[in-house]
């Protein structure tokens, strides 16, 4: 079965960096859309961005434009989403989600998903 696994989570200060990554064992992400969602308890899972097996990107948050960035490096079968000045309300639980022949981040076209990394930001 494919499995997703996000790491990089951590706590930082409001203005710094994460870099998260999501790979994935037994299976090749290269032939996939892999996204990023973030979820705060008790609200909906937000869909951040999504990179397509072409390597087109889609950025949907309009509160993480300039600031986020998603890549691939299908050599290390890894997608990332480089996350700069960060801001306290962009605490959350962050899941990368892999799916076939899609360019939208809308969480139900995903079929595969990751437990998710906290990111902490806080002073």
Do not use: H
């Amino acid at each position: 079965q494919l499995q997703l696994v996000e790491s990089g989570g951590g706590l930082v200060q409001p203005g710094e960096s994460l870099k998260l990554s999501c790979t994935a064992s037994a299976f090749t992400l290269a032939g996939y859309t892999i996204a990023w969602f973030r979820q705060v308890p008790g609200k909906e899972r937000e869909g951040i961005s999504c990179i397509t097996q072409s390597a087109q990107r889609t950025n949907i948050a309009e509160s993480v434009k300039g600031r986020f960035t998603i890549s691939r490096d299908n050599a290390k079968n890894t997608v990332y989403l480089q996350m700069n000045s960060l801001k306290p309300e962009d605490t959350a639980v962050y899941y990368c989600a892999a799916a076939w022949a899609v360019d939208t981040v809308v969480a139900g076209n995903y079929d595969y998903w990751g437990q998710g990394t906290q990111v902490t930001v806080s002073s």
